[in-house]
């Protein structure tokens, strides 16, 4: 919310793209229409393909992201990563809101970095926790209802959860899982074995 705020000060011309993946909580998508009203600009929904996320739910079921890591990638893939994907391909540029301090598979983003030929620009890398929460208070950023109801990362509705003042900023991302990287694939690639079944899973779905 902070770059579409720092956007909308600097009169930039930017496009404003969120990934509409079918599953997001009611209070997202009223977010949404909360941000388009107070910054008056348009809001582009980029959802995922329909016969893909059709074939997927028919060989796997609805809610496949609790069988197994690897089909939770799957469904990330096809209702995240490819409509990400395919909005960036005619892009040279884009910004992302990734911060160090969110996770230890963060740890290492940078404030720009090159690749598939184009700038991925992550301008609040370094920045904390309580500098994000100021500079929200002080410009009056809109703050996502879910956030008041113990939330501190927040993506579709049946894979994300409050979290305890214990837990880290992405522990209510896929909670159920005990082992791995709480990463979509949106940032970060999984790597090795899994990168090969998912390949797999998804040349099924996509080729069919
Ligand atoms: S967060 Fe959950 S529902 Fe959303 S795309 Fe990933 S696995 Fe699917």
């Not at 890398?125 to 109801?149: D, I, N, Q, S």
Request: proline share 5%; hydrophobic share 40%; aromatic share 6%.
């Amino acid at each position: 919310m902070i770059l579409v705020d720092m956007a909308a000060r600097l009169n930039a011309p930017v496009r404003i793209i969120t990934l509409d993946t079918g599953r997001l909580p009611d209070e997202t998508l009223e977010m949404i229409d909360t941000v388009e009203a107070q910054y008056a600009l348009p809001v582009e929904r980029m959802r995922p393909d329909a016969g893909e996320v059709a074939r997927m739910t028919e060989t796997h079921g609805v809610d496949l992201f609790r069988e197994e890591v690897v089909l939770r990638k799957l469904c990330c893939q096809i209702r995240k990563v490819r409509p990400l994907d395919g909005v960036l391909r005619d892009l040279g540029a884009y910004a992302v809101g990734l911060r160090r301090g969110q996770a230890e598979s963060r740890e290492g983003v940078q404030q720009k970095a090159f690749a598939g030929g184009k700038w991925k620009l992550s301008p609040l890398a370094f920045w904390t926790a309580a500098e994000v929460e100021a500079y929200t208070k002080e410009h009056g950023v809109p703050v996502h209802p879910l956030y008041a109801k113990g939330y501190t990362s927040i993506g579709c509705a049946p894979c994300t959860r409050a979290v305890t003042s214990e837990e880290g900023e992405r522990a209510g991302r896929w909670w159920w899982e005990v082992a791995g990287d709480k990463e979509c694939g949106l940032h970060f690639t999984p790597e090795g074995k899994m990168v090969r079944e998912l390949d797999v899973l998804l040349g099924e779905l996509v080729n069919a």
